[in-house]
């Protein structure tokens, strides 16, 4: 039998042939470029962006309820020509804090469930990246998220604060207050809700779970809140001990009792400055657990 003529042309050398490869001559990215891939992809999809519009549809709801909430009360100190502003900037933070918890417990799981689900992430990684980059650029993620959700608000009442020609000094420090306020529950709503989050593979599951300690936890600090005398005229200090038993509560009676917001004794705060060191100290170590708990988790992956 005789050979075909591509056997012929093998036996002699063989050929080679340009097929448009180039040589890379760019800079050699590494895993803190993979990193900052990994966060700016996660920081899109907890918007839903770059998905499919029905995923647009809770996180953007999430956004604009805030600001809707936030334009209609600058409106009506512009209109109505109101000096006193009728709230604050934390206060906002507190009047929005359902859409917060839904946002979170939505959008957590959206980060981290379909990696867990499938062992895999939406991006090529030309450096591979460790355990954890992974961890640390899904929590700025998060947390960057959060920010955004209560920041954005919290810029339009100051605009509408300035354009009423209120007192630029005061609203400047109490944005201020309200930006470190935000900051606080960015942090800690992140950290338990991507630790819940990282849990389970579950999507829904996920979302129950951090709807469920977000509520169950309030209303356990409530139920403490009122069996302490907090439905009196007058509160006693010691009522203010049960906001160490919810997220929400501890970070809004922290922040009351450190910028020095508390008009009151019915304004949740801290019990004293040891109380507020107290509360301080129990944000950080939340935090700080739940990181290391998550990052434990994906040890097992």
């Known amino acids: 039998m005789q050979p075909s003529p591509d056997a012929r042309t093998a036996a002699d050398g063989g050929v080679i042939h340009n097929i448009g490869y180039r040589r890379y001559e760019g800079p050699r990215l590494g895993r803190g470029y993979a990193t900052r891939s990994l966060y700016q992809q996660s920081l899109r999809a907890a918007f839903g962006l770059g ?56 959008q957590a799981p959206v980060l981290l469930s379909r990696d867990l689900r499938h062992h895999t992430v939406p991006l090529y990684f030309s450096r591979p990246i460790t355990r954890a ?33 209120m007192d630029f000094g005061h609203h400047t420090v109490h944005l201020l207050y309200g930006l470190a306020a935000a900051l606080l529950y960015a942090v800690l709503y992140s950290a338990i809700g991507l630790l819940i989050a990282a849990s389970t593979p579950r999507r829904g599951f996920g979302v129950a779970s951090i709807m469920g300690v977000m509520a169950v936890s309030s209303v356990i600090a409530r139920i403490v809140y009122v069996l302490g005398g907090g439905e009196w005229a007058d509160v006693p200090e010691k009522a203010n001990w049960a906001a160490m038993l919810s997220p929400s509560w501890l970070v809004q009676g922290f922040t009351n009792q ?35 708990f998550t990052d434990r988790r994906y040890r097992k992956i």
């Open 51 to 106: 998905r499919s519009g029905r995923s647009k549809v809770l996180p953007m709801a999430m956004l604009a309820l805030p600001l809707i909430i936030a334009l209609v009360v600058a409106s009506i100190q512009i209109f109505m020509k109101i000096e006193k502003p009728i709230l604050d900037y934390t206060e906002l933070l507190d009047a929005v804090v359902l859409m917060t918890w839904i946002f979170l417990a939505a």
């Open 133 to 165: 980059d992974y961890v640390r650029a899904k929590f700025a993620a998060m947390i960057s998220a959060m920010m955004i959700v209560m920041g954005a608000p919290l810029l339009v009442l100051y605009i509408g604060a300035l354009l009423g020609r």
């Open 258 to 292: 450190v910028f020095g917001l508390v008009a009151n004794s019915r304004v949740v705060h801290a019990p004293g400055a040891g109380a507020a060191v107290l509360f301080g100290v129990e944000i950080l170590l939340l935090t700080g657990a739940c990181y290391w």
